[in-house]
């Protein structure tokens, strides 16, 4: 792929993609991030915007630990998790990170049309290069990527990809339609009971009480939440706000991400970054559950192996349209 690096003075610090119906916005400086996902016709971004916003990478200084870096330069949209995610190693030998370089890092830009964008990094932590294609036509934005394996060591790696939504298109008329058995929880955190299964969209709070996560509570019901989504029947998911008559849908492959992850950050954390002034939910596809071990049967910890000098590749779409008759 040729092209200038997206740090190089004469790169643009954003690239737009337009059709009828849609507008979009990456950022090459920072992970080829998908920034904005606009419906023209009402002006509304689906996608999370953070409190402190974008901030140029390189420009933050060092704030004691990966997470607190990684979270610094996130600035919302939905980003490739890559070669690692949450906190855990890679593979031995390997250095440990939060959530991947590939979100953090500048891309290479390559080819680009009004519909179509192309971008590629090779990573420091690991010897993968990631190729990546973003393509808009009419409702439906595409993105296919390959991950090729440059060395002759075979590579065990974290692969998420991490759309998160924001307000306005999240609220209390908000419904999530996700066709998942279960719903596992992490050890130790959130507001239902941690560490265990629970029947997807039904979890108990652990004090009698049964909380629908397929619903978004309004803001006076302050809510932290991270689990897994298994059991999925197909790869898709569709989130509705028949308020707003906008609608997403998000496909993917199955064989690589037979989970998603499902995050809430909704004004309950009162500690560093959010300080109760986040209001976003994620679905995320993801090849693994994050972790080690099981729980209730579920092995946590899947890595994708990229054999020596070979590639793996997917594609995963979202679709942003119109409902015209107000139901989710």
Known sequence: MTGIPSDHPEAPACVALESES??????????????????????????????????????LPPLGSRMADWLARYAGGWQVLLPTSGGDRVAEGSPEGFHGEAAIMPWRLGALTATTATASLDLLTAPLRIERTVTLVDTMLTVEETVTNLSSVPQRVHWVHHPAFGEPFLSPATVFDIPAESIVTEPGRGDIVAGSLHPWPLASDGDGGIV???????????REIFGTLVGFREGRYAITNPDLGLRVEVTWDLDLFPYAWFWQELEATEEYPWFRRAYVTAVEPASLIPGTGETAGWTRG??????????RSTTVTMSLTATTDGAP
Do not use: C, N, Q
């Open 22 to 59: 849609v507008r979009v916005t990456l950022l090459p400086a920072k992970g080829f991030d998908i920034y904005e996902l606009i419906d023209r016709a009402s002006g509304t971004d689906v996608l999370f915007k953070t409190p402190w916003g974008w901030r140029e990478p390189t420009s």
């Open 212 to 222: 629908d996560l397929s619903r978004m509570p309004a803001r006076t019901e302050p």
């Open 302 to 311: 899947r890595l994708v192996t990229i054999e020596a000098h070979s590639a």
